[in-house]
Every structure is written in C-alpha cells, then in structure tokens.
C-alpha cells in the first residue's frame, strides 16, 4: 500500500492546528526521523522527506489554504471525512479525475506540480524543473529599467552519486514499493492519482547504501546568483522568466517582480505623478518650485498666481518610456494651510478678509 498522503496525518495534528502547532509536531518528527540518526534506514529517510513535505505546505498560509480546498475533493489517500463521497467530483463518480481539470479550481495544479512533482497535464509537460521566486526592486527601477541581483537556491545533480542516490560503489537492488515500475497509484472516491514512487524516487531501484552527500535523494541543493534584467516600464505583479536557468540547468526561472512604492512618484500608465506641498502665499501669489524628475533631473517649475489645491502641471516626456512611446511626468500640487495663526497673523488675515469682502 502506498504511503498515507494526507499531511496533517504525516505530522500527527488536526486539521484546525494552528501554524505553531504544525511547527512544533515538524521538529519533533523531523527530529526523529533525520537520516543521521537513522543511517541506513530507508523508511526513515522517507518519513522525513515526507514531513518536511507536508510541514512546506502546511505552515505556508497559502499552500495550506489550497491543500485544504484539494484534501476536500478527496484528492488524498486517508484524508478526512470532508473528502469522502463525490461532491463537488467532476464527472461524478467512478469516473477517472483528469488531473487537468484542477486548473478550474484555481491553481491547484500548481499544488499538484509541487506535491507530485509534476504538472496537472496542460500544455507545458516541460515545466518539471520550473523554479518560482519573487523579487521586489525599487520604483525608479522598475520605471527606467535596470539589472537586479537575485539568489536562488536550485536543486543540482548529486556530484558524488551523479544523481543514482547511492554511495559510491554500493549496489542496487529492485525498489520493494514499485516493484521496479517507479511509480505508484492511490486514489479515493472516483480519483486515481499516479506519481512517483517515494522510496526509489521514481528510479525503480534502492541503493543498499544512500549516497552521503543527499541522503539518496540524488539532489544537492546549490546556491545560484543572477543578475536579471528589469525592462524600462515594468509593472508590479509582472512575471520574466529566465529561460534554461533553473533547476539542473533546464529549467525556467520565473521571478514575480514586486515593485516598491517611492516615496515622491506614483504610477499611472506611462505617466509618473508627484506631489508637491506649497504654502498659501505660494498658491495666491505664484512663484517657482524645484522639482525632481524620474531620472533625477531638477526642472522649475512656474507655479502661476492663483493656484488651486490638487492642481496638476504637466512636465512632458518625464514619464516611463516603453515602446517607443514616453509618458509625462504631472506634480500635483497640496497647498499647505497653517493650523495654527499668531495673533499678528490673524489680525493682518482679517484684514485681507474685509479688504477682498470674505465672510468667515
Ligand atoms: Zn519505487
Ligand atoms: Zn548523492
């Protein structure tokens, strides 16, 4: 029988467990199970490849959130009541669920591809070796293009096992849990999930001895720094992927770029807009500010007699630059009222009033 998927029974905690509760059942087990104090013990190393497993999905708000939505579709062997019977089942039951129909659900073929290591079919079979990461970059940056540094931790073939997850001169013998196949199935309820066989990692045979650099898993796990290239304009929430960059030497990066906000611009298509505070006296008699550009430029700016609060002057080709095309840069202009008047102040105020026939 295959190993019980269902991660909250891998820690041994309720689903309603808070994330510290998850953390706490992780390092007890993790604790129990690591390969160094369990050399030679297959099973073991398993299980702790199994708890680190569910402890990456469970105390991560997000991967939690969808391996709930996917535990009630009873897409798990052993997982909880909520996942029995067929509702909610595409196609009803008894018939085969097409891993493809996940993306229906909202990206929880991105949770398949991170559980079983492989994509919900769809057509980008070749995305195995796909490694996600974030960055955020400063506005100005994201604004004029730039380069920006980025580390990543890649998973590299093992250098002393070239990836057969044995010691070095060990033998092999026919994987117990595949009988050889490299893959297992399990389903419940309608499903049949096949995925790689955990104890042989797919290979379809065990080392008599794991390999000591992985621990049999064949991997390494190797620090990698890029620089990648931020075009002029991008916005935040854009996705560039590095190709042939990631795992192995195959795989795509892809970088979801955050952008910072500035502290003087914010963004409005190709325009930049900035705001600037000037005093009343600036606003009823007109003078000239100093204003910085986008690529750091200063301008004057000729505010006129008469400026109102929240008007906008427009300084042209300031803006972002993508395609050919420029936006322009716009201050908008806070006229700043003084809280607070001395009493010589609210005198020669007054007499401005009656001068200019306001009521107040
Ligand atoms: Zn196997
Ligand atoms: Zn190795």
Redesign the pocket.
């Known amino acids: 029988m295959a190993s019980e998927r269902d991660y909250y029974q891998v820690l041994g905690v309720p689903e309603t467990a808070t994330t510290d509760e998850i953390k706490k059942a992780f390092r007890r087990l993790a604790k129990q199970y690591h390969p160094d104090r369990n050399p030679n013990k297959p099973q073991a190393a398993e299980r702790f490849k199994e708890i680190n497993e569910a402890h990456d999905v469970l105390s991560d708000p997000e991967k939690r959130k969808k391996y709930d939505q996917l535990r009630r579709y009873g897409a798990f062997a052993g997982a909880g009541s909520g996942g029995v019977g067929t509702r909610g089942t595409p196609g009803g039951p008894g018939v085969e669920f097409d891993l493809s129909d996940l993306g229906s659900f909202g990206g929880l073929g991105d949770l398949f591809s991170s559980i079983f290591g492989r994509r919900g079919g769809g057509p980008r079979a070749e995305d195995e070796d796909e490694i996600e990461t974030a960055v955020s970059i400063p506005f100005r940056v994201a604004a004029l293009g730039g380069r920006v540094p980025v580390t990543l931790t890649l998973p590299e073939v093992c250098p002393t096992c070239s990836g057969s997850g044995g010691a070095p001169g060990t033998t092999f013998s026919t994987?117990?849990?595949?009988?050889?196949?490299?893959?297992?199935s399990f389903g419940q309820g309608g499903f049949a999930v096949t995925r790689?066989?955990?104890?042989?990692?797919?290979?379809?045979?065990?080392p008599a001895q794991p390999c000591p650099t992985c621990h049999g898993s064949g991997e390494v796990r190797v620090e990698k720094r890029l620089a990648i290239t931020i075009p002029a304009g991008t916005e935040d929430g854009t996705r560039l992927r590095l190709k042939g960059q990631g795992a192995k030497g195959r795989g795509d990066v892809v970088v979801a770029i955050q952008v910072e906000p500035d502290r003087f611009f914010r963004r409005d298509g190709l325009d930049v807009i900035g705001v600037v505070p000037i005093n009343l006296a600036q606003a009823l008699l007109g003078s000239k500010i100093k204003v910085r550009t986008l690529d750091g430029k200063r301008v004057v700016l000729k505010v006129p007699a008469g400026t109102h609060h929240g008007q906008r002057f427009r300084i042209p080709g300031q803006g972002i630059e993508r395609n050919g095309r420029r936006g322009d840069q716009y201050i908008e202009i806070h006229v700043e009222i003084p809280e607070h008047l001395t009493a010589e102040q609210e005198t020669a105020l007054k007499a401005f009033a009656e001068k200019s026939g306001m009521k107040y």
Do not use: D, H, L
């Open positions: 994987c117990p849990e595949c009988k050889g196949r490299g893959t297992i790689p066989c955990p104890v042989c990692r797919g290979r379809g045979r065990v």
